[in-house]
């Protein structure tokens, strides 16, 4: 089984800039197993915007500690993105995205590189349905999600899998008990 896959929108390294408990979502993720990842095209947006602001220095500091932190993959051009962009441009069903060609680059890339989430607070990416002819080639949509919403489903993923373990640690501890008294009593006898 490969661990899942999360790909980083440009205004997630503004919110984990600006925010500790977003950072600290993340960071749970890659102990957790999950890999994180994001695009040269998001990096370059990212910097551009995060320069331009009061605090750049600041956000631009705190992104590069965070690819270091969380140990990001970053993803460049290849064929797939090339096929995903042209085609999402072209074919174009949905119409909240005709002028966002970068938003729809980023979203090509995700779905390139296979990625099982997309974190995103742009509401109109996270609507966004591609082209069913892109479906019919073997490509699909990650599950785009705010930050907070995966931060939910991964602590809904966390106490599923820590309501197994105790119930299921539970029963061999009752079982350890029994046999432990069961023992004591055979050699009172």
Same mark, same amino acid.
């Given at each position: 089984m490969t661990n899942p896959t999360i790909f980083l929108d440009m205004p997630v390294f503004f919110t984990c800039a600006e925010d500790t408990r977003s950072r600290t979502t993340l960071q749970h993720a890659k102990?957790?197993?999950? =890999?994180?990842?994001? +695009? #040269?095209?998001?990096? %370059? @947006?990212?910097?551009?915007?995060?320069? @331009?602001? @009061? !605090?750049?220095l600041e956000y631009i500091t705190s992104m590069n500690?965070? =690819?270091?932190?969380?140990?990001v993959a970053v993803h460049f051009p290849n064929d797939s993105v090339r096929i995903l962009c042209f085609r999402m441009g072209e074919e174009e069903v949905d119409t909240r995205m005709i002028r966002e060609p970068t938003d729809r680059t980023h979203l090509a890339y995700a779905m390139a590189y296979h990625s099982d989430y997309f974190l995103t607070s742009? $509401?109109?990416? #996270?609507?966004? $349905? #591609?082209?069913s002819s892109l479906e019919a #080639? %073997?490509? +699909? !949509?990650?599950?785009? =999600?705010? =930050?907070? @919403?995966f931060r939910d489903e991964m602590l809904m993923?966390?106490?599923?899998?820590s309501y197994e373990w105790d119930t299921t640690g539970s029963s061999n501890r009752n079982f350890t008990r029994r046999s432990t008294t069961e023992m004591s009593d055979k050699n009172d006898a």
């Open positions: 102990n957790a197993g999950y =890999l994180i990842q994001t +695009s #040269i095209s998001v990096l %370059g @947006e990212a910097f551009i915007q995060m320069h @331009e602001h @009061e !605090k750049g500690q965070l =690819l270091d932190d969380w140990n742009d $509401r109109n990416l #996270i609507r966004y $349905r #591609i082209p #080639i %073997g490509f +699909s !949509k990650p599950a785009c =999600l705010p =930050l907070e @919403e993923k966390v106490r599923e899998v």
